[in-house]
């Protein structure tokens, strides 16, 4: 059944409406001036997508260098195939998918956190903390198309389905959206299970079905045979017993504190506000908080877990911090002065909006602050609007035959994406001395045939000047090697 605790629909609720197109508009700043996939990932998921969808299988050819196949082996095949799957559905182009969609998936992540802080009286609140989740190119965020976007929106869904619907139907869904996690974005189920994991323990005394059901719910996935799952416990392991090195990208205090000292603040007030209030579902919130803190702090200051995990889970903190927030920024909204200092000061008339005086004066605060710096975040381009206009041509115009193509290697990824065809190398995320004789070859004028052929390279796409006789240019940018 679904527990007695209907939302609260007051005054107040229109108030989502604005908080939506903040969610939009924040996860589309980066895509404002430019058309194309942002990040490298998002890149090498179409270019992934679009492999799996040429071979019409779960199994598909590596599409970068032809270097065997990749299945369901692959942690986050599953986001190849739904969107894969829903852009041959809707036909949808690939460059709308990745602009606009990370957009409309915030937009339903933060209804859903809407949804959830709705029942406990800080609906609105909730949402547009959440709606500040960062998005940079060191740690990702709901800005880009990518896993952990949609991990945030069905972890989201979760925690509502296993707060709210003691049922057997809440068990089935949030089964489900734990199946989906791990075939998507595995660091995201392990950070539902961090999140949900107090609350089941709360839930034993008292309510031992639903506790039992929730554990089922997260646990019976993990333990079907996901391929993936058997060849990478071993590695798991090792990482939980071993110091990992830090990387610069990823420093939980300085994300927490871009993130936003107020909302970090207002969370703070939301804990102990939640605390007061009690129950178990007030609890749940904040202990499933301070779980993730937990496994945040103990990586950041003693190396030990599992990096990705970690990495990943910054994003679900900011996430939990924001709802907690939520929480905290009701209780300003309800600050009431004392009856004896209310008599003084001319009555409830004068105080009867005191508290949401000191709410809107946190937002604008906290809007203020937060929307400009998240419109000076940097992001790169890989490629521009030429580079796209010559990879569309190649992938018209030139057959099978030419099936290997050498250029820029930071280019490399969305020139697979894009013509389907197979590089010499691509810089993903370390530089390879393959990247540099890349580089060598196109400034020294493309003059080395023997090289092209020893490799296998029958395409050479560059803006420099190619003096090689043995390559013949078929259009701006796109050189063809005689037979």
Known sequence: MVQNDTPKLGKSTFLILPVVALAFYIAFIPHQNYPYPLHI???????????LLRAGSTTFPEPFFGSGTIGLTQMETGFHIFWGVFHQISGISWLTLFRYFPSIVLVITVLSVYVLGQRRGFGWEAALFASLVLTTVGILGPAFLVPMSLGLLL????????????????????FLFTCFLLIIHPPSAICLVIILIPYILLNLKGNLRHSLGV????????????????????????????????SEYVDFPRILKTYGYLPVGLCILGTLALSIKGGRRNYGLVLGLL????????????????????????????????????????AVKDLHLPDWLTAKVGGASVTRYLG???????????????????????????IDNEDYQAFVWIEQNLGKEYDKALLEPWKATAFTAVTGKRVYTRIHAYPKPSDEAARSFLEEGCDDTDFLRAN?????????????PDLVEVSERVYLLRE
């Open 215 to 246: 554990f089922l719910a997260l646990a019976v996935p993990f333990l079907a045979p996901f391929p993936w799952i058997f060849s990478n416990l071993l590695g798991w392991g090792q990482g939980l017993l071993a110091q990992q090195t830090l």
């Open 356 to 382: 949401w005086f000191f709410c809107l004066v946190l937002v604008g605060i906290t809007l203020y602050i937060g929307i400009p710096y998240r419109q000076s975040i940097p992001y790169y381009h890989m």
């Open 155 to 174: 972890v989201s869904l979760s925690i509502f389905v296993a707060f709210n619907l003691n049922s057997l139907g809440g068990y089935v869904a949030l």
């Open 291 to 330: 779980a993730l803190l937990l496994m945040l702090v103990t990586y950041f200051t003693f190396h030990y877990g599992i990096s990705i995990v970690y990495e990943r889970g910054l994003m679900f903190m900011m996430l939990m911090v924001g709802i907690v927030a939520g929480a905290g920024l009701m």
């Open 41 to 51: 990932d998002e890149w090498l998921h179409m270019a992934y997508a679009e492999s």
């Open 456 to 468: 296998g390279i029958s395409v050479v796409y560059t803006e420099k000047e190619c003096r090689n």
